[in-house]
T-cell receptor, first 114, second 114 residues
Framework: EAQVTQNPRYLITVTGKKLTVTCSQNMNHEYMSWYRQDPGLGLRQIYYSMNVEVTDKGDVPEGYKVSRKEKRNFPLILESPSPNQTSLYFC?????????????FGPGTRLTVL | LAKTTQPISMDSYEGQEVNITCSHNNIATNDYITWYQQFPSQGPRFIIQGYKTKVTNEVASLFIPADRKSSTLSLPRVSLSDTAVYYCLVGDTGSGAGSYQLTFGKGTKLSVIP
């Protein structure tokens, strides 16, 4: 089944404890991205990647890192999480870059930073 | 990327037709208009896309006037299960040079009332 998977689905952590949220797609998509969703602020793009080893900042990259060493994986890294990073996170992928290409979203990761 | 403007929220009774309009005054020649639907705590999913005139699928219709400066998503005879946030995106295939950020914004929250 074609899908985007994220792990973990739920995470409660404390300020400053490094964490990684994994994202994997099995559709051989070139474009992958991370979003965060907060009440009243909509869906905001954090980072995106157009292909292996090609990443760039989205609208809200501060406090996050990403890597794209393999085509299928695009992990989101929070080196020193803070409470303002408490949010619902979505990973997405599409065949290529460009709004024209359908985005496939993962199930989401609800992160709470205490 | 063309900036889009949508109403923040709409209410509708079950069984009615709902029309959500998106304004995109600076749409470019190569841009397509794409709509996504997001249910609570789920990632957005693609529902319809068009370039001009009218597009219809099993879920919705998309009306685009000749000047393409706006578009209207039409949901026929809505039910409670259509309660969701609807996002309008405008952009191209990504074949040209430039930033490939995707901007979903806040979308339109549709509430269907029994």
């Amino acid at each position: 089944e074609a899908q985007v998977t994220q792990n973990p689905r739920y995470l409660i952590t404390v300020t400053g404890k490094k964490l990684t949220v994994t994202c994997s797609q099995n559709m051989n998509h070139e474009y992958m991205s991370w979003y965060r969703q907060d009440p009243g602020l909509g869906l905001r793009q954090i980072y995106y990647s157009m292909n292996v080893e090609v990443t760039d900042k989205g609208d809200v990259p501060e406090g996050y890192k990403v890597s794209r060493k393999e085509k299928r994986n695009f992990p989101l890294i929070l080196e020193s999480p803070s409470p303002n990073q408490t949010s619902l996170y979505f990973c997405a992928s599409s065949l290529r870059q460009g709004t024209y290409n359908e985005q496939f979203f993962g199930p989401g990761t609800r992160l709470t930073v205490l | 990327l063309a900036k889009t403007t949508q109403p923040i929220s709409m209410d509708s009774y079950e069984g009615q037709e709902v029309n959500i309009t998106c304004s995109h005054n600076n749409i470019a020649t190569n841009d397509y208009i794409t709509w996504y639907q997001q249910f609570p705590s789920q990632g957005p999913r693609f529902i319809i896309q068009g370039y001009k005139t009218k597009v219809t699928n099993e879920v919705a219709s998309l009306f685009i006037p000749a000047d393409r400066k706006s578009s209207t998503l039409s949901l026929p005879r809505v039910s409670l299960s259509d309660t969701a946030v609807y996002y309008c995106l405008v952009g191209d295939t990504g074949s040209g040079a430039g930033s490939y950020q995707l901007t979903f914004g806040k979308g339109t929250k549709l509430s269907v009332i029994p």
